[in-house]
């Protein structure tokens, strides 16, 4: 998987708790992205980041805020998780966006649930 | 916002036949990308192929890309029963290249 680990694999949660999911990177890579995916929906971009501290938000952000203080981890975060954001969340990065967008290297992927 | 959309979106055939799955998006762009994903793992990247290009060839993929028409299709020939995996292709956001824009997929099924 391109020196990306996601953590944890697997979580089970509650309602209203805190969540927080690591995307860890060894490749140097400028681009990191949050994506979560759901049946019949394919993948959803949450959040995306550009470099250390810039982030920007996707096409489903709401209830979702990330962190990126070092090139190699990015962080998101569900301030209080709610039963919808049960999914399969997935990290990937890329090198860069010069000629258009760069071809994307996923991690394993965590599935989340939330009860 | 633009999306890539694939058809069929389940496809089911026999080892040794070929396979085409077909991808559709709205707006121009610089590149298209296909991605394989096999169930429970992460996506995994198969074929760039830019505007400028009409077909591009890796292994038994061949990947065509008609932009008159914004289209492409991936055609796996000689399919195998590892080729059974979702299949997905890419475009950049309208106003934004930095992201990517995933279809919903193609099921592929081969069976033995």
């Known amino acids: 998987d391109a020196g990306i680990t996601q953590s944890p694999r697997h979580k089970v949660t509650e309602t209203g708790t805190p969540v927080t999911l690591r995307c860890h990177q060894t490749?140097?890579?400028?681009?990191m992205y949050w994506y979560r995916q759901d049946p019949g929906h394919g993948l959803r971009l949450i959040h995306y980041?550009?470099?250390?501290?810039?982030?920007d938000k996707g096409e489903v952000s709401d209830g979702y805020s990330v962190s990126r203080s070092k090139t190699e981890d990015f962080l998101l975060t569900l301030e209080s998780a709610t039963s919808s954001q049960t999914s399969v969340y997935f990290c990937?990065?890329?090198?860069?966006?010069?000629?258009?967008?760069?071809?994307?290297?996923f991690g394993p992927g965590t599935r989340l649930t939330v009860l | 916002s633009q999306q890539g959309e694939e058809d069929p979106q389940a496809l089911s055939i026999q080892e040794g036949e070929n396979a085409t799955m077909n991808c559709s998006y709205k707006t121009s762009i610089n590149n298209l990308q296909w991605y394989r994903q096999n169930s429970g793992r992460g996506l995994v990247h198969l074929i760039l192929?830019?505007?400028?290009?009409r077909e591009k060839h890796s292994g038994r993929l061949r990947v065509t890309l008609d932009t008159s028409k914004k289209s492409s299709s991936l055609l796996i020939t000689a399919s195998q029963a590892a080729d059974t995996a979702s299949y997905f292709c890419a475009t950049e956001g309208s106003y934004n290249t930095d992201k990517l824009i995933f279809g919903t997929g193609t099921r592929l099924q081969v069976f033995p």
């Open positions: 490749e140097n890579h400028r681009y």
């Open positions: 990937a990065i890329s090198e860069s966006a010069a000629r258009g967008a760069d071809t994307q290297y």
């Open positions: 192929i830019r505007s400028n290009e």
């Open positions: 980041s550009y470099g250390v501290k810039d982030t």
